[in-house]
């Protein structure tokens, strides 16, 4: 079995060597824990290894994506292999040209949902990165982006490939919440915690399919070079 290292050495020692292949993993994180700094992360890591990666952004323009990765890992990153889908740009090119709000809501709702499903049916990608699940969940009805999980989880296995999806704590009813857990074969939560005066960032590994989770929950930094989370930062 394949397994696809984060580039995060703490976290791939606790996940004996990275996420196995084929499967959906899910980031749940709260405001302001750096979720989408960890798909950076493990995009750069696939990009090193020379494998090949799409990255789905909804929230951010392509180029402010790119710059990310350079900033935290260096220019000669980017290549070949290297695609993105964006999602964020007609958006905001269409609502600076419409005037209408009623027309310029009407017109982004294009078929992204569709677009993600026919991409990865047809091509091959070792490392899929869709950052972020809440923007489909806000703008999409349930049923929609439950079909697409369930497509995502078949995707990944048949393909051998690995998915993350990025979410937002707390945003949605509890059972929506749940069943995207459901659909996702691990579950990795992030969360800020205000501490004598010192805000805390923390990693927890609920679920990974077919592993033993750690019991301990993981602090983590967010620094210049990316996340540093050392296997001595434990809150027990």
């Known amino acids: 079995m394949k397994l696809f290292s984060t580039g995060i050495l703490s976290l791939d020692t606790q996940l004996r060597g990275g996420f196995p292949s084929g499967k959906v993993i899910l980031f749940l994180e709260e405001p302001g824990t750096g979720g989408e700094i960890f798909t950076f992360h493990i995009t750069a890591e696939g990009l090193r290894k020379g494998e090949r990666v799409l990255y789905i952004t909804t929230d951010y323009p392509a180029k402010e994506v790119i710059d990310s990765l350079q900033l935290y890992f260096g220019s000669d990153l980017v290549n070949e292999n290297f695609e993105i889908l964006d999602f964020f740009t007609p958006r905001m090119t269409t609502f600076i040209e419409e005037k209408d709000i009623r027309s310029f809501i009407k017109s982004t709702k294009q ?29 999409y009805p349930f049923e929609e982006v439950n079909s697409m999980l369930e497509e995502l989880t078949m995707i990944a296995k048949v393909k051998e490939s690995l998915i993350i999806l990025l979410l937002t704590k707390d945003m949605f009813d ?3 919440e749940t069943a995207i857990k459901h659909y996702s074969d691990g579950v ?39 996340i540093s989370m050392e296997s001595l930062m434990r809150v027990m």
Request: charged residues 40%; aromatic residues 10%.
């Open 111 to 139: 078929d992204y949902i569709g677009e993600i499903k026919s991409r990865l049916k047809k091509e091959n990608y070792d490392r899929v990165i869709i950052n972020n699940l809440t923007y489909f969940l806000i703008t």
């Open 174 to 176: 509890r059972k929506i």
């Open 188 to 226: 990795i939560e992030l969360t800020l915690r205000e501490i004598e005066n010192e805000m805390q960032r923390r990693l927890k590994i609920v679920k990974l399919e077919k592993y033993m989770v750690p019991k301990n929950i993981f602090r983590y930094e967010l620094t210049e070079k990316g």
